[in-house]
């Protein structure tokens, strides 16, 4: 969720900066070597962070105009805040179809072993236990299940199309199909809970309970004008789109360099999903320093429950049409996309005790003890070693 008080002018200088340095990649280095690829990295990492900011500058404009509860203006603008980074998988998947597909689901335990950090940063009372805001109690924890019963049902038909071989000939693998149905299915999920969110916290009304959020009064000297949000939206999708490019090209670069240097895939695909996060944990550090732990949580979060039910499916129907459309090769001459081995089924395997462990945590008692915190961090130790070790 993002914090409607970002009026600096960082996002700014970050995009300068950015720019200068794909340019620089682009135009004064060439080759495959670390050099350019890190400056391709960095560069447009720097340019979708603040194509982020220009994207939740648009919407929170929006929703103050409409008179929108802040809770979700907030809500909407992290949701949007996904656009630029959206654009930028699509390059990557399009460079390494196999890899950007595990890089997707590895931002899930990504995310879930920064929530477990956070936690620990919370102020805990005497048994150690960190209270949790309670909106994110009360909205988060059903997405947790939610997502836990989908990585643990799609993990299984993984692992019964391996052992039957049920289309027979060839690798078992997920095709066109199944992952058009799989990423319109995950959407709806988010549809459905985004419009509940906005039926139950729309407008203003009383609190009934210490979950209800009232809405927020600010004055018509405020609003943002419709020409800036609509150029605000305009342009962070725009430089989205080179931010994304540089990203996807330094993923390509990466994944080579490391495999010719005898590292194993997987350590790319690593590697890639911590460097995707990036933008989070800077969200979360800037929000804690200022103390502001609320904000700091619901970005923890949010990071969390939009990978399965918005970036994953995304990635999946891009996957999909991607492969229609020639630009990226079908498995053995036929239609399958994704293989399935040890590597794509783990880790969509393995999201599902990550979201077991995350829906008790906070839905028991909406506090965090040490055991839970160490658990959702060792969940994520224990992924990075199989692909790592068997990769």
């Not at 139950?200 to 800036?228: C, I, K, W, Y």
């Not at 305009?234 to 990203?247: D, P, Y």
Request: aromatic letters at 8%.
């Amino acid at each position: 969720m993002a914090d409607t008080s970002h009026q600096g002018k960082t996002w700014l200088w970050l995009l300068i900066a950015g720019v200068a340095l794909v340019a620089i990649a682009s135009f004064l280095l060439h080759g495959e070597g670390w050099t350019r690829g890190l400056l391709l990295g960095v560069g447009g990492l720097m340019i979708v962070f603040s194509s982020s900011e220009m994207m939740i500058k648009a919407v929170d404009g929006y929703a103050r105009r409409k008179k929108t509860n802040a809770f979700v203006a907030g809500t909407m603008a992290g949701l949007s805040s996904n656009i630029p980074e959206l654009v930028m998988l699509a390059f990557v998947l399009m460079a390494t179809p196999r890899v950007g597909f595990i890089v997707t689901v590895l931002t899930l335990h990504v995310g879930a072993a920064a929530f477990g950090l956070y936690c620990g940063l919370l102020p805990r009372d005497v048994e150690g236990n960190a209270s949790l805001p309670k909106p994110l109690v009360g909205l988060s924890t059903d997405l947790y299940a939610a997502a836990a019963g989908v990585f643990f049902s799609l993990g299984v038909v993984m692992l019964l199309m391996k052992a039957f071989a049920v289309r027979g000939g060839g690798a078992p693998s997920l095709n066109v199909t199944d992952l058009y149905v799989f990423g319109a299915v995950l959407l709806l999920i988010q549809v459905v809970a985004t419009t509940r969110l906005v039926k139950r916290f729309s407008g203003a009304h009383a609190p009934q309970s210490v979950e209800d959020v009232p809405l927020e009064n600010t004055g018509e000297a405020t609003l943002m004008p419709l020409s800036a949000i609509i150029g605000f939206g305009l342009a962070g999708l725009t430089i989205s789109v080179v931010g994304g490019h540089s990203v996807g090209e330094f993923a390509d670069i990466l994944v080579t360099r490391l495999r010719h240097a005898g590292y194993p895939e997987m350590f790319g695909a690593i590697v890639l999903s911590l460097f995707s996060a990036a933008g989070a944990f800077i969200m979360i550090g800037a929000a804690h320093v200022q103390r502001k732990y609320s904000i700091a949580m619901a970005n923890a979060s949010g990071a969390i429950t939009q990978v399965p039910f918005l970036v994953l499916p995304i990635a999946m129907i891009l996957l999909a049409a991607f492969t229609q459309l020639g630009l990226i090769p079908a498995l053995d001459g036929g239609d399958g996309v994704i293989p399935i081995d040890i590597h794509t089924t783990s880790a969509i395997l393995l999201g599902f005790p990550s979201m077991l462990v995350l829906w008790k945590a906070v839905q028991d008692d909406g506090k965090v003890n040490w055991v839970e915190t160490s658990t959702m961090i060792a969940i994520f130790l224990l992924v990075i070693y199989l692909l790592v070790a068997h990769g």
